[in-house]
């Protein structure tokens, strides 16, 4: 697995990096993003967002679980899902949002934060990124980004 690490020093230039990597995103491809609370998974989305133009304002949807937004996708307009597990404890949970639908609905763009609850829903390759806080500097972040090749379950 071919990972990419990337450092950026503010939020802009996190959103910057989101909305770059957004170039490489196809209709029916996932986002599984990994990080601690605050640690720009959000300002990463933002920046996907940017790129096809959402002009919903994009927020961490901690408490709806999921937001759709529409995106311009050359020149189709094409749902965006933004889907936060953060507050999901069990499995079932996920079913009962209609997680799995959701995730293989082909015609769709998905970006999932706290992606480690849903690791074994994932049949087919997703994009991986991680965002780690630097320990010292408070604006610092390193960002690895990678496809993952493997099924992984
Ligand atoms: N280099 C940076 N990249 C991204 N965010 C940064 C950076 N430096 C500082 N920040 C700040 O860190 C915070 C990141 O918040 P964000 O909502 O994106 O986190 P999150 O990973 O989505 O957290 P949560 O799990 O709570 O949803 C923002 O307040 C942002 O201003
Ligand atoms: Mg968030």
Not at 20 to 39: E, T
Request: net charge negative.
């Amino acid at each position: 697995m071919l990972e990419t690490k990337y450092t950026t020093t503010s939020e802009e230039e996190t959103i910057e990096l989101g909305s770059k990597f957004a170039r490489r995103l196809n209709l029916g491809d996932i986002v599984f993003l990994y990080g601690d609370l605050g640690s720009g998974k959000t300002e990463f989305i933002k920046g996907i967002c940017q790129y096809f133009n959402v002009e919903d304002l994009v927020t961490s949807p901690t408490f709806t679980i999921m937001n759709k937004y529409i995106g311009d996708y050359k020149n189709h307009e094409v749902p965006i899902y933004h889907i936060d597990l953060y507050r999901i404890e069990q499995n079932k949970e996920l079913n009962e949002i209609g997680f799995d639908e959701c995730l293989y609905e082909e015609n769709s763009i998905k970006l999932i934060e706290w992606a480690e609850k849903a690791e074994t829903h994932l049949t087919k390759p997703a994009f991986i990124v991680k965002i780690i806080p630097d320990e010292d500097s408070e604006n610092i972040r390193e960002i690895y980004i990678s496809e993952s090749e493997v099924v992984l379950n």
